[in-house]
Every structure is written in structure tokens, then in C-alpha cells.
């Protein structure tokens, strides 16, 4: 009987340690999942909803020329989300109309999430998905300079750093501290770090799974970084 113990207790010991490093491994967003399957989370664009204030109508950011309306889109987008246009000073939106303009950001084949995802294919990078989530949202939050600032050689570093890690204080403060250093090199920090600094705050508490909402980031964030 001692050896079928002994048996057991070892291939009990070995099941368990194989079932734990499939949860590691699925906790991991692959490379080819994320250029075939793999979107933003839904409570990723609520956090996104969180941060951005809600209008109806059309309003210009300091130093954009470009109207912006709902949750920060600067596109309307058609109903079946295939074609877009510029937001007009005469649009107006509802919340449900914005929430769906919101999401069609990320589906574009020019998108910034489409750029993100040839970065991650292209260096076999893989991503915890909270870390992919909030990596998405930074996108969307740092607007048009995002595009126009060679962010591309910003995230590789980032990314290889990031890859196959499931440390989320690591890759949640890595990826705080990323977007703040980009922001003070390439945006109007003065005006808007704080801001910034309490959203990068709430971003690194998201990869956590930590209290993310934006009463607390403003409770604890109270100068910018």
C-alpha cells in the first residue's frame, strides 16, 4: 500500500504544479491571440468612460484643432463601424452612441491598438491581459501626439520588459511609470498632470486587480509624479 501512497501523493503534487503553470500560462495574452482574437476589455472601456468626462457636444482640447465629443472621440464612426469621419462643431451624441464610438477607435485597421499588436507580434512578445488592457487605454488617453511622437520605439523597451511576466506590481508600476515619463517628454504636463499622473495611478492599481476607480486615485494622487 506504501508505494500506491507514495504514487499518489507525487502525481497529486505533479497534477497541482501542472495546473498551476496553465493558469500562469493563460494569464499570459499569446502573440497570435492577440493579432487574431484579442480586444480591449469591456471594463477596460469602462475605465476609459471613468477618466474621459462625458459631452454630448463637440469641445476642442487646449492646443488640438480638432472638435472631440463623447468619452474623447474625435471620430464618428457609421453604424457598422466601417467608415468615420472628423466630429463636427453641429454633432451631438448620446452615451450609448458615444460608448460605441468609443469602442470602434480600437477596430480600425489604421488604429493605434493595430500598431500596438504589430509591436507585440513582431518582438514575440506576451502580455498579461489587465497589462494589454491598460496599455489600450493609455493609448486612447494620450490622443493625437501619441501618434505623432515615434511611440513605437517608446513601448519596445517597455514590452520586453512586460513579456511573459505575471509580477503585476512590476508591470502595473512599469507601465505607470512609462506613460508618465512619456507624457513629460512630449505633452502640456504643466497643465494636465495631475490628472495624468491620478489616471497612470489608477492604470498600475487596474493591472493589480487592486482599487482602480477615480475617487481613489484622487484620495491618494494629490501633487502630479
Known amino acids: 500500500m ?3 501512497f507514495f504514487i499518489g501523493g507525487w502525481f497529486g503534487k505533479f497534477l497541482d504544479e501542472l495546473f498551476k503553470k496553465e493558469l500562469d500560462i493563460k494569464s499570459l495574452v499569446s502573440s497570435s491571440v492577440i ?3 484579442f480586444e480591449i476589455s469591456n471594463e477596460a472601456l469602462l475605465f476609459i468612460g471613468s477618466y474621459e468626462s462625458f459631452s454630448n457636444k463637440p469641445y ?3 492646443g488640438e484643432n480638432f472638435y472631440t465629443i463623447g468619452y474623447g472621440s474625435t ?3 457609421s453604424n457598422d463601424g466601417t467608415k ?3 466630429v463636427l462643431a453641429s454633432d451631438y451624441v448620446t452615451q450609448d452612441q458615444a460608448l460605441f464610438h468609443k469602442k470602434m477607435y480600437y477596430g480600425q485597421p489604421n488604429s493605434v491598438q493595430k500598431q500596438i499588436d ?3 507580434v513582431q518582438n514575440g512578445v506576451k502580455l498579461h491581459p489587465r497589462f494589454y488592457d491598460m496599455l489600450l487605454q493609455f493609448s486612447y488617453a494620450s490622443g493625437s501626439f ?3 511622437s515615434g511611440f513605437v520605439n517608446q513601448y519596445i523597451t517597455m514590452l520586453k ?3 511573459g511576466s505575471s509580477d503585476l506590481k512590476m508591470i502595473g508600476e512599469l507601465l505607470r511609470d512609462t506613460w508618465i515619463a512619456y507624457l513629460k517628454r512630449y505633452a502640456n504636463y504643466t497643465a494636465y498632470g495631475l490628472g495624468w499622473s491620478r489616471r497612470a495611478y489608477a492604470a498600475g492599481q487596474y493591472v493589480q486587480g487592486l482599487n482602480y476607480s477615480k475617487l481613489n486615485a484622487e484620495r491618494t494622487i494629490k501633487k502630479p509624479y
Open 75 to 77: 471620430r464618428i464612426f
Open 146 to 148: 501619441h501618434k505623432n
Open 2 to 4: 506504501f508505494p500506491l
Open 60 to 62: 476642442k482640447v487646449k
Open 84 to 86: 468615420s469621419r472628423s
Open 35 to 37: 493579432e487574431n482574437k
Open 118 to 120: 504589430k509591436i507585440i
Open 161 to 163: 520588459r512586460a513579456n
